[in-house]
């Protein structure tokens, strides 16, 4: 990266990755008793939950856990506005929301286990544009302007006005990295997190 012209910046960890030498969490040794989460997510875009049920595979070895939102002590995050649950409760609102966790011995059985999940989830409309969810009034957060007083009377005395609707076709920028965190227990109640994040501090905000 280039500054003011000709001082260069390196990425802080850009030599361990051209090496190949960066440590990331998937290459931390397991430890013994390491369990291994499972996320089972919502495969449509909208829809009420009906049946959720992991009884098929409780009996199976590899089992550990089964956890929906009814087991969190606290089911709601968001890094600006605090209104997204970690765990759909009663809809989804996204495809591949996350719906429940299934924790086995380790990650092939999670893969294998969850297939056994039963989840039913009953289609709802979905707002699939920009225009649709303005004209449900669904918005992500509240209303908020920028506006001059004067702005109405400026408008009114131009001798030419335009008005028209203009759409921007961009999209969020896709991240490369996989998500994923590890967390290990220590004394005093204390836990240990690493995690694959951007957003450290907010990783521990959640936690």
Known sequence: MSVGGNTKISHDAAHLHVAGASEFVDDRA??????????????????????????AIASDPNFVAFYTHRDLAHNVWGTIFRDQPLLAETEVAFAGEPVALLVTTDRR???????GVVLQI?????????????????????????NRDF??????????????????????HF????????AYPLEDGQ????????HPSEVQHVV
């Open 30 to 55: 397991a430890m013994a008793g390491e369990v291994f989460v499972t996320v089972i997510y919502s495969p449509i875009a909208k829809g009420r939950i009906g049946k959720l049920d992991a009884s």
């Open 151 to 172: 702005s109405e009377a400026a408008l009114a005395a131009c001798d030419h006005t335009l008005a028209d609707t203009v759409v921007l076709e961009g999209a969020d």
């Open 175 to 182: 991240y490369l990295e996989s998500q994923v965190s590890v």
């Open 191 to 198: 836990l240990e997190i690493h995690t694959s994040s951007q």
């Open 122 to 146: 009953a289609p709802l409309p979905a707002l699939l544009s920009i225009a649709a969810a303005r004209d449900a009034g669904s918005f992500i957060g509240s209303p908020r302007e920028i």
């Open 109 to 115: 059985a999670g893969l294998r286990l969850r297939a």
